[in-house]
Structure formats: C-alpha cells, structure tokens
C-alpha cells in the first residue's frame, strides 16, 4: 500500500507499527525463499557438473536435445525391430496353415 493509496494520508503510530511489522515479516519470507531458491540453484548445479560435466544451461539444453534425438532414433529402431518380428510370425503362421490345408 502506498501513500497515495490511503483515503486517509496520516496515520497514528500503532497503524504505522503494524505497516512496519507487515512489511519486516515479508521482508523476511522473502529473504528466506531467496536464501532456499539460491541453495537448490547450487545443489542442482553441481549435480548438473556432476552428471553432465557442465552446469552451463546452454550446454545442458544442447545435451537434452541430444538425448532427446537419439532415444527417438532408437525408439524408432526398436518399432522397426518389432515390426519385423511381426510380419516374420505371420509369414510363419501363413506358412504353418498353408501346409495344414495342403495335408
């Protein structure tokens, strides 16, 4: 709240205590959160350095695109792969009924 918007600009000494503990009780909230937001920051930087070599976030972005490409290549692989195993169990069991019909 700021001066101008108080209908009433003076006030008396207990509502200017209570601004003040107000504003020292956010001013410490924020403090704190400041204090636990730099804190994690430090720990998820060295667990970057220490899984990824780097805690730079360009590197680490790079490095996740990268991992991103090469998990669909190899997603992509494993469909094919499976796709393959289909259509040779059908051509088995294609096979299999053939010679059953044929006897």
């Known amino acids: 709240m700021t001066p101008s918007d108080n209908p009433n600009p003076q006030q008396d000494i207990e509502a200017l205590r209570k601004r003040y503990e107000a504003l020292h009780s956010q001013k410490i909230r924020v403090e704190a959160e400041r204090s636990n937001s730099e804190k994690q920051l430090a720990e ?6 220490k899984l990824y070599d780097t805690d730079d976030l360009e590197s680490l972005r790079e490095l996740l695109t990268n991992m991103r490409a090469e998990n669909e290549r190899r997603r992509r692989e494993y469909q094919e792969h499976l796709d393959a195993i289909e259509r040779d169990l059908s051509a088995v069991e294609a096979a299999h009924q053939s010679d059953e019909t044929a006897s």
């Open 44 to 49: 998820l930087q060295d667990k970057a350095r």
